[in-house]
Antibody
Framework: QVQLQESGPGLVKPSETLSLTCTIS????????WSWIRQPPGKGLEWIGY???????NYNPSLQSRVTVSVDTSKNQFSLKLSSVTAADTAVYYC??????????????WGQGALVTVSS | DIQMTQSPSSLSASVGDRVTITCRAS??????LNWYQQKPGKGPKLLIY???SLESGVPSRFSGSGSGTDFTLTISSLQPEDFASYYC?????????FGQGTKLEIK
């Protein structure tokens, strides 16, 4: 069973860059899409974007100018960078595996989530 | 963006009850609709994909139906471990979007 674990600073100052890493265990990063999704406290889920192991990316237009997702196949990890953060970026950030095929696309494995607070 | 609207936002029910949650898309999404369960402090868990396909390992009391714009998640006989929040999500087109969630509470 694939397991995902987010890691990174829990506190980021306004205007700085949020950086998180997702480590994959029990499976390979190759052959799949890898995604980030966030959830502000007490609110719903927002898709941030994903990257295929080969390098193609797709980002939410609402965040596209500030987001970068990258993959490190040698470490079986993928990462999120979100620049110029504000308090509105405070959220639990989840990494997830995205499966896509004929007539179906879904997030089948999720991490536990990492709370990132934006505050000075 | 495609808007996903769930109803109800919250629901009180008892163990053994049959429960239905609905999800409506702002435009047709064919059968590109998924359902997730989320418990406090945990990441979401996939229950149903492609509107009606049960994810491996998910109990058969969970079922999904619908296509186009209207979808339902049904729990046939609530168990204590089913009290959680439920989210629908469309994967027809990016940006992927989620419903606002339904919190299922014990009556």
């Amino acid at each position: 069973q694939v397991q995902l674990q987010e890691s990174g600073p829990g506190l980021v100052k306004p205007s700085e860059t949020l950086s998180l890493t997702c480590t994959i265990s029990g499976g390979s990063i190759s052959g799949y899409y890898w995604s980030w999704i966030r959830q502000p406290p007490g609110k719903g889920l927002e898709w941030i974007g994903y990257m295929q192991h080969s390098g193609s990316t797709n980002y939410n237009p609402s965040l596209q100018s500030r987001v970068t997702v990258s993959v490190d196949t040698s470490k079986n990890q993928f990462s999120l960078k979100l620049s110029s953060v504000t308090a509105a970026d405070t959220a639990v950030y989840y990494c997830a595996r995205y499966i896509t095929g004929v007539g179906r696309s879904y997030f089948d494995n999720w991490g536990q989530g990492a709370l990132v607070t934006v505050s000075s | 963006d495609i808007q996903m609207t769930q109803s109800p936002s919250s629901l009180s029910a008892s163990v053994g009850d049959r429960v239905t949650i609905t999800c409506r898309a702002s435009q047709s999404i064919s059968s590109y609709l998924n359902w997730y369960q989320q418990k406090p402090g945990k990441g979401p868990k996939l229950l149903i994909y492609a509107a009606s396909s049960l994810e491996s390992g998910v109990p058969s009391r969970f079922s999904g139906s619908g296509s186009g714009t209207d979808f339902t998640l049904t729990i046939s006989s609530l168990q204590p471990e089913d009290f959680a929040s439920y989210y629908c999500q469309q994967s027809y087109i990016t940006p992927h979007t989620f419903g606002q969630g339904t919190k299922l509470e014990i009556k």
